[in-house]
């Protein structure tokens, strides 16, 4: 496989999607983008993300995010929490690459749900 290829290929041959699922997305450069148009290619309908740059997060809107969330503003737990009533994530992609971000993917993910690392 190309190098180009792998960003893709890894989050869409490790996670299993589904469209009655939901996925939050940490961090919307360009990897958290392209899992963003993955999810919902693979009609995953709830798609839940979060990135600082305001830029970022319009894009996440345009690529197919549900709604896009600035974890310095907001609450990203309480809001997921919310919006999936109590449950969490079924899928987290954390896609941000900074310690914190994993602590929120844990914090974030449904029981028997699934976290890909997938930042550089």
Do not use: W
Request: aromatic letters at 4%.
């Amino acid at each position: 496989m190309a190098p180009s290829h792998a960003a893709n290929a890894s989050p869409s041959g490790v996670a299993t999607s589904k469209s009655d699922q939901t996925a939050a997305v940490l961090g919307c450069g360009a990897i958290g983008l392209a899992v963003i148009q993955l999810l919902r290619a693979r009609g995953v309908e709830s798609i839940y993300a979060s990135d600082i740059s305001e830029t970022r997060r319009r894009k996440a809107l345009e690529f197919g995010a549900s709604c896009a969330f600035d974890p310095r503003e907001k609450d990203v737990l309480g809001e997921v929490r919310k919006l999936t009533n109590g449950a969490g994530s079924s899928i987290v992609f954390e896609c941000a690459g900074v310690p914190a971000s994993m602590q929120t993917a844990i914090d974030l993910l449904k029981i028997h749900g699934s976290i890909i690392g997938v930042a550089l």
